[in-house]
């Protein structure tokens, strides 16, 4: 986390200095839930939900009121993530000076993560904030909301919370209050919804302040009480996670991994505390990373860990060794995914499937993506956990097309294949089918590298490292395809290949007369797809002695071979994405410490 205390002080004295006018604009919402609560939270029926930790109240019902119910006034009338909860009690430190010992603050999380959190298909929607991916989120709900909040931040931090109508008017005008411009943010687009006369048989123009547009969206998509939270809280219990847990994953530009985790209790076995040791290999070169780590596991299914060990793949200067760990488990305690990540700004990590090992084998998935028609002896690796130790030919399936000529080598962790492939096999991905084993696996065959992707297609990396703010690096990879039944390329039919050996580059992506952002903005390791932005700050080797922030594009070349030998006359398959590389993040919401 890079300093946000620091950080929202300086906006909360920003604050104090906004004109009162601001504060008390006419354009505000006419009907206030503030002007009509009463302490203790008496207006709000029969609505809340008590809070009955002794710590929870003799350190915030101080200023958080009881009424007769056992409810404290705004902590019983909310239901948010661990981080969610993490976040406020740090602004409850940081603004209202509240005393809290670290483990009284970590109780605390437990006990309103617990007890005042979100049911598992509630969670799961606001996912991709917890697991700290940057994607490009499309909110489903209403786009006036989407636009309202996401200005300023992820609407992932809005889905991730259940609120009364009370409380998220009171929310909203804590931003009005706090943070300086967000009502001029919350009144854009007022009376300007349509332009012209309205048309015979249209709507009404809604003119309502953007604010009260977007507490009735919240308060009836987001609401306090909902019967997920109802079914889930009657029957939450401490997850039972001790034993074997098969692992498959992938980390972009790296591939697939398979391995183990080991997870035993830490302590009382009710207490959801569990100690791991994992064990996984890379498909693609045959690395093998040994680690320790040590969970927490909130609301019943919230897994929230850190991990170190030796053998990381992530050797890059000022990037920690330490992961961080969010998954999600399933109801039955059988399986778990979600991502484990590093990096100033979570943005290196591998996604991660576990599976509960019992007696039955299981089959994890295949090292190599893609085999060819009409090609003989081409070995496959299949990974999983269980495997038989004599297997037969006859046991292993990949469709019509495709024969399995023998068994190289079975252990209980892995299984070497030799197939050969008809000339006229269909193109596509097949379904690997083990006989008795459970589990998922696929491969494709082709015939030719049609085309190239580069993914991310829009990347984003971080200047850094000149002063107290990490780089952000920008991981590509690229990924073959062969076309569909149609003959056209990127068309709906086509087929996904998987993972291939590019050649990287960098272009200049003219976005100014002169452009000359190639040369300052980083650089790309030709073999890996890794970006490297350079240092923050102003450069005097560069015209008007600007930063080293600009864009360029990420070009991908295969065979990395005849990419690299320049003198060929065969022409290399190429694929492109665009790359932004910009400023640090000054300010970083983030909640790392739930994970200790």
């Not at 530009?253 to 996984?280: K, L, Y």
Request: hydrophobic share 35%; net charge neutral; with cysteine.
């Amino acid at each position: 986390m890079l300093k946000p205390i620091g950080c929202v002080l300086g906006v909360v004295l920003a604050a104090t200095l906004v004109p009162r006018a601001v504060a008390d604009s006419s354009q505000a919402p006419a009907n206030r839930a503030a002007q009509t609560a009463q302490p203790g939270g008496e207006s709000r029926g029969d609505e809340g939900i008590p809070v009955t930790s002794d710590l929870v109240k003799r350190k915030c019902g101080t200023c958080h009121l009881p009424d007769e119910k056992g409810r404290l006034s705004r902590i019983s009338y909310r239901r948010t993530t661990p981080e969610g909860w993490e976040q406020t009690i740090k602004r409850m430190i940081t603004l209202n000076n509240v005393p809290l010992e670290p483990a009284e603050a970590r109780d605390i999380v437990r006990y309103l993560a617990d007890h005042h959190g979100l049911a598992p298909d509630e969670a799961k929607a606001a996912a991709f904030e917890v697991e700290r991916r940057l994607i490009e989120y499309s909110y489903p709900g209403d786009k006036d909301t989407e636009r309202t909040c996401s200005t300023c931040h992820s609407m992932g931090r809005v889905v991730a919370q259940r609120r009364t109508k009370e409380e998220w008017t009171l929310l909203l005008e804590m931003h009005r209050a706090i943070y300086p411009g967000t009502d001029t943010v919350f009144r854009r687009g007022l009376g300007q919804r349509r332009g012209g006369a309205p048309q015979s048989g249209a709507p009404p123009e809604d003119t309502r302040h953007p604010m009260d547009r977007a507490i009735e969206h919240l308060s009836s998509t987001f609401p306090l009480t909902t019967a997920e939270w109802a079914a889930w809280s009657a029957t939450m219990r401490p997850p039972q996670l001790q034993g074997r847990w098969a692992l498959a994953g992938y980390q972009p530009g790296r591939g697939p991994v398979f391995g183990q985790v080991i997870v035993s209790n830490q302590g009382d076995p009710s207490s959801g505390d569990f100690t791991t040791e994992t064990t996984f290999t890379y498909a693609r070169g045959g690395q093998t990373v040994t680690r320790r780590g040590r969970g927490l596991v909130y609301t019943g299914f919230q897994w929230r860990g850190r991990s170190s060990g030796d053998g990381t793949p992530f050797t890059i200067p000022g990037v920690s060794t330490d992961w961080r760990e969010v998954l999600f488990v399933d109801r039955e305690w059988r399986s778990a995914e979600g991502r484990w990540f590093t990096g100033g700004y979570n943005e290196l990590g591998l996604d991660v499937r576990l599976r509960r090992v019992g007696a039955d084998p299981i089959v994890l998935g295949v090292a190599e993506p893609m085999i060819k028609a009409g090609v003989s002896q081409q070995e496959l690796h299949l990974y999983g956990a269980n495997l038989p130790a004599s297997p037969s030919q006859a046991d292993v399936n990949f469709g019509p097309g495709v024969t399995v000529d023998r068994i190289v080598s079975s252990t209980p962790t892995q299984m070497v294949v030799s197939v050969s492939v008809a000339p006229g096999a269909a193109v596509g991905r097949r379904a690997v089918i083990l006989g008795g084993a459970t589990g998922e696996a696929d491969v494709a065959v082709y015939n030719t590298i049609d085309y190239i992707k580069v993914r991310p297609q829009a990347g984003i990396a971080r200047l850094g490292g000149a002063a107290q703010f990490p780089k952000g690096f920008q991981q590509f990879e690229a990924i073959a395809y062969a076309k569909g039944p149609d003959g056209k390329a990127d068309t709906k039919d086509d087929v996904e290949l998987g993972l291939i050996d590019a050649y990287w580059t960098l272009e200049e992506y003219t976005a100014t007369f002169n452009d000359d952002d190639k040369e300052f903005v980083g650089d790309i390791n030709a073999e890996t797809g890794l970006f490297t932005p350079n240092v923050d700050g102003p450069n005097p080797k560069r015209r008007h002695n600007a930063n080293n922030y600009g864009d360029v594009w990420v070009v991908a070349s295969y065979p990395r071979s005849l990419a690299m030998n320049r003198g060929s006359n065969v022409r290399s398959v190429k694929g492109r994405a665009h790359l932004l590389v910009t400023v640090p993040a000054y300010i970083l919401f983030e909640q790392p410490e739930v994970g200790r």
